[in-house]
Each structure stands twice: as structure tokens, then as C-alpha cells.
């Protein structure tokens, strides 16, 4: 099975609301990076949690790792109709020299209705 | 502007054939990778490339082969053996970690659809 996996697979709130999304993996790691994709599009690198890292923000992203429980939350705050997209989890457990070998989680299709 | 081009966006194949789908970069990186995306499912990785000359097999490689006779370019070709071709391909590159360090993010191109025909 996929070394991510995200819940809900489907979301859908009203403009303004927050929207948290959650992952969960397999094995050890070296950092988890979350992705987002319109429809048909390619996927769009939002941001990368290491694994020595326990929150982290980016403008109204804020992103929470807990290997303990090998789990993940990508939370949207204040989210807008533009945010409606598919969002990955993606982990990096490869070897020091094995190049950033990503494994990605199903997703979560998040709808913002305006 | 830097970024990875995929072409063709759409593409047809018939039964038998071979295809190739082309993926060109102009980030300077060294690492490539070729992803396929079925509907409503995460993204797998086929193949993948850190330096010109040399690939690795991902975890569903077989019916695909592809090349690294260049750096900015990792063409990936969808042949006859792959009975269940129709999917979305999207194509990725990152800075090699040994370069800058482990933690890179991949950037993507915008995808090519491929059906039968």
C-alpha cells in the first residue's frame, strides 16, 4: 500500500472556514512535503516539513509532523474558493544519495464553495 | 522562466504501437523522475534519473523504458507491453541532495494525458 495516506479523500467547507487535512505513513523518514493540483494540472510544491521539525508555517499553511505517530496535518486557514484543488502528502525515506525519491499518498480533494 | 515542459498534452495510442512522451527542463537539475496519475489516485513513480547516462526503475516500470542522454531531457516511451497505458504521465525534477543537501522539493511539469486508441 502507499507509504501515505491521507483522510478525509474528499472535503468540502464554506469560504472563510479552515480545512485540515491529515496524513499518516509507514516507515522512517527524512522529511514530508505536502503538494497541491488543480484539475489536469501538474502538482505544485506547497511545503517540506523535516523530520527534525515539528510545525511549520507558510503564509495561511501551517503544517504539524509527528513521527511518533508517523502523522501529518496540512491546515488551510481562511480558505478561499481558490484554494479548491487535490493535496498530496508526499515522503522522502530514501538513502543520503538516492535523490529525493518521493512516495505519494492518494490525496485529499478539498472544495471550497464560495 | 525556469520550469519543466511536457509534451504532447494529449496523446493517442493505438493497439501495438509505441509512444513517447517528451519532457525537457531548464532548471539545471540533475535529478529527473516520470510519475504516472490513474483517476482519483495518488501518483507512482515509473523511473527516475539523478545523473545523465543512468536511471533506475521505480515501482511500476514495466511496459515503459527511457533514456538520459541529456540533462535537461528524460523522454519517457510507453511501449506495446504495457496493456493498461491510459493514464495522466507527469514528469519532475530536482536539485541531486549530494549537491545542496537532503531536503529538496520536486517541481512538476503540467502532465500528458495519454488513451487508447
Known amino acids: 500500500s502507499q507509504q501515505g495516506e491521507e483522510d478525509p479523500q474528499a472535503l468540502s467547507i464554506q469560504e472563510g472556514e479552515n480545512a485540515t487535512m491529515n496524513c499518516s505513513y509507514k516507515?522512517?523518514?527524512?522529511?514530508l512535503q505536502w503538494y497541491r493540483q488543480n484539475s489536469g494540472r501538474g502538482l505544485v510544491h506547497l511545503i517540506l516539513?523535516?523530520?527534525?521539525?515539528r510545525e511549520k508555517h507558510s503564509g495561511r499553511l501551517r503544517v504539524t509532523l509527528d513521527t511518533s505517530k508517523k502523522s501529518s496535518s496540512l491546515l488551510i486557514t481562511a480558505s478561499r474558493a481558490a484554494d479548491t484543488a487535490s493535496y498530496f502528502c508526499?515522503?522522502?525515506?530514501?538513502?543520503?544519495?538516492?535523490?529525493?525519491?518521493?512516495?505519494f499518498g492518494e490525496g485529499t480533494q478539498l472544495t471550497v464553495n464560495p | 522562466d525556469g520550469g519543466i515542459t511536457q509534451s504532447p498534452k494529449y496523446l493517442f495510442r493505438k493497439e501495438g504501437q509505441n509512444v513517447t512522451l517528451s519532457c525537457e527542463q531548464n532548471?539545471?537539475?540533475?535529478?529527473m523522475y516520470w510519475y504516472r496519475q490513474d483517476p482519483g489516485q495518488g501518483l507512482r513513480l515509473i523511473y527516475y534519473?539523478?545523473?545523465?547516462?543512468?536511471?533506475q526503475k521505480g515501482d511500476i516500470a514495466e511496459g515503459y523504458s527511457v533514456s538520459r542522454e541529456k540533462k535537461e531531457s528524460f523522454p519517457l516511451t510507453v511501449t506495446s507491453a504495457q496493456k493498461n497505458p491510459t493514464a495522466f504521465y507527469l514528469c519532475?525534477?530536482?536539485?541531486?541532495?549530494?549537491?545542496?543537501?537532503?531536503?529538496?522539493?520536486?517541481?512538476f511539469g503540467d502532465g500528458t494525458r495519454l488513451s487508447i486508441l
Open positions: 519532475a525534477s530536482s536539485i541531486f541532495p549530494i549537491r545542496v543537501g537532503r531536503h529538496q522539493p520536486q517541481h
Open positions: 516507515t522512517s523518514i527524512n522529511n
Open positions: 516539513i523535516r523530520s527534525n521539525e
Open positions: 508526499a515522503t522522502d525515506a530514501g538513502a543520503e544519495t538516492s535523490g529525493s525519491r518521493l512516495t
Open positions: 532548471l539545471n537539475h540533475d535529478a
Open positions: 534519473s539523478q545523473i545523465v547516462n543512468d536511471f
